[in-house]
């Protein structure tokens, strides 16, 4: 049985737990127990604060945790990253009254400043040569400048809106975050077993997101045009239809270039072009 703690609440339990359901592993649905079993899955869940994470699987009370790349960094435990999710990304910057002038860092010399992240600030500060007072806050840090706590703040930052709603602007990205899979150093080999099948899994959801599985019809004189844009996994799939002259191509396209590359094969020619989401991908 392998253990993953996650965080018990936020939007990273919210995307933690979509990514498990794609990997097809149920998760009976209980908010007043913090540790559950999978129903068809070796697997069970432990759910914690995020910065309770990183120590716990470090010290083997879990052994893996999906956790912010901002608690890891910010923690310094010793657990190994094994993947990088993509998902509940964020980044981690210093921010301060909109209405102050910003040369450069040295503006901070002197200055306090508000976080709840204080060791990725002060290893920041002491490469850069600045001597800041770091204040440290648990919760509402953006408050901080407003009330006179602090002269600025350093704090996650998502959409943005929170700093605009209390007259603050990002002047410095010092790190960009996104959701880590993490691991003990000691698993057994039982365990890392369990391990890589759920990495299979997770890999073959990771892979089909935002792409679409497009099928069409195209007149045979094009054909050799149509597959030059079209960029499939290997190479398209193309059958012949009853009708003479016709074939049906099958592919796999990005929503990055999705609609670009449909204009594209409409001008030449492309008919009944139907398009079908993917649920997973194996490569």
């Not at 990273?12 to 129903?39: C, F, G, H, N, W």
């Not at 930052?157 to 700093?163: C, F």
């Not at 398209?236 to 929503?255: A, F, I, R």
Request: glycine share 6%; proline share 4%; net charge negative.
């Amino acid at each position: 049985m392998l253990r993953i703690a996650v965080q018990s609440k936020g939007r990273l339990y919210d995307d933690t737990m979509a990514l498990l359901e794609e990997a097809d592993i149920k998760i009976p649905s209980s908010k007043r127990t913090l540790l559950v079993q999978s129903t068809n899955f070796p697997i069970e869940v432990l759910f914690l604060r995020d910065d309770d994470i990183p120590q716990s699987v470090a010290g083997g009370v879990a052994d893996l945790g999906i956790v912010g790349e901002n608690e890891f960094v910010e923690r310094q435990e010793d657990a190994m990253i094994i993947k990088r999710l993509g998902f509940s990304k964020c980044r981690l910057s210093l921010a301060i009254p909109k209405d102050v002038e910003y040369p450069g860092l040295q503006w901070f010399e002197g200055k306090k400043v508000a976080t709840s992240y204080p060791g990725i600030l002060r290893r920041f500060m002491k490469e850069h040569n600045i001597n800041a007072d770091i204040h440290v806050i648990t919760g509402s840090v953006e408050i901080a400048p407003g009330i006179h706590l602090a002269d600025a703040i350093f704090d996650i930052v998502s959409s943005g809106s929170t700093l605009v709603s209390n007259s603050l602007k990002e002047v410095e990205v010092i790190m960009k975050s996104e959701a880590l899979l993490i691991g003990n150093k000691n698993m057994s080999v039982e365990k890392k077993t369990i391990l890589d099948e759920l990495l299979f899994r997770v890999e073959a959801v990771k892979t089909a997101e935002d792409k679409k599985y497009v099928l069409m019809n195209a007149p045979n004189e094009k054909l050799r045009e149509i597959v030059k844009v079209l960029p499939g996994m290997r190479s398209p799939t193309v059958m012949p239809l009853v009708q003479e002259g016709w074939s049906s191509v099958h592919t796999v396209l990005s929503d990055k270039y999705f609609w670009e590359i449909i204009g594209k094969l409409k001008s030449l020619g492309a008919e009944g072009i139907l398009v079908i989401p993917i649920e997973k991908m194996i490569v």
